[in-house]
């Protein structure tokens, strides 16, 4: 079993920053892929950013590319989301996510059905 607890959320103003931390614990982290998504009210649960178990290789939805971006430590046990540039269209409960095997690829990396866990989320409001 993996835990998964979110942190770093906030309200800020457009144009402002935040880092989201994820610590995770359970399971050895390093062989788990990290993934975020995030889901604004009335909204359906969707990708934003994805480190794969070694860290090599990341990926982002296209809108919040050259904004965002995600890494990892695996001492720590964190995985982390940089969020520079917010929009008010960013704001959402963001979620941090653990796969455990079986995806790789873009494809399989940015579908929130492919997930095994998953944190509580937290809060990110960004005002115009």
């Known amino acids: 079993q993996v835990q998964l607890v979110e942190s770093g959320g906030g309200l800020v103003q457009a144009g402002g920053s935040l880092r989201l931390s994820c610590a995770a614990s359970?399971?050895?982290?390093?062989?788990?892929?990290m993934g975020w998504f995030r889901q604004a009210p009335g909204k359906e649960r969707e990708f934003v950013a994805v480190?794969?178990?070694?860290?090599?290789?990341?990926y982002y939805a296209d809108s919040v590319k050259g904004r965002f971006s995600i890494s990892r430590d695996n001492a720590k046990n964190t995985v982390y989301l940089q969020m520079n540039s917010l929009k008010p269209e960013d704001t959402a409960v963001y979620y941090c996510?653990?796969?455990?095997?079986?995806?790789?690829?873009?494809?399989?990396?940015?579908?929130?059905?492919?997930?095994?866990?998953w944190g509580q989320g937290t809060q990110v409001t960004v005002s115009s």
């Open positions: 359970g399971r050895t982290f390093t062989t788990y892929a």
């Open positions: 480190s794969s178990w070694s860290g090599g290789s990341t």
């Open positions: 996510a653990a796969d455990q095997g079986g995806c790789s690829g873009y494809g399989c990396y940015t579908n929130k059905y492919k997930y095994d866990y």
